[in-house]
């Protein structure tokens, strides 16, 4: 049976005895600097697919920071213009 490696990262220290929270941690750390564009090298997607949800993952969050901002704005110049009335 052929296995499929899915997900795959370079930079990862390969340590048996990790613990599920060193994962966690790895796992926030590279997202971290993904959603933040930061990109320090230090963990890299090696595999295609991991490259597509790495690419995914930054246009989200790029996204989500401008319509998050733009809300804020609206909100704000609305409540200015209802005071103002």
Avoid at 43 to 58: G, H, N, Y
């Amino acid at each position: 049976m052929k296995r499929v490696k899915s997900l795959v990262f370079k930079g990862l220290a390969q340590i048996a005895c990790q613990s599920q929270a060193t994962h966690l941690g790895n796992a926030g750390y590279y997202s971290f600097v993904t959603m933040t564009t930061l990109g320090y090298g230090d963990i890299v997607p090696a595999s295609p697919v991991a490259r597509m949800c790495a690419v995914l993952q930054a246009v989200l969050g790029q996204l989500y920071l401008a319509v998050l901002v733009a809300r804020l704005v609206g909100l704000h110049i609305l409540h200015a213009t209802s005071r103002n009335q």
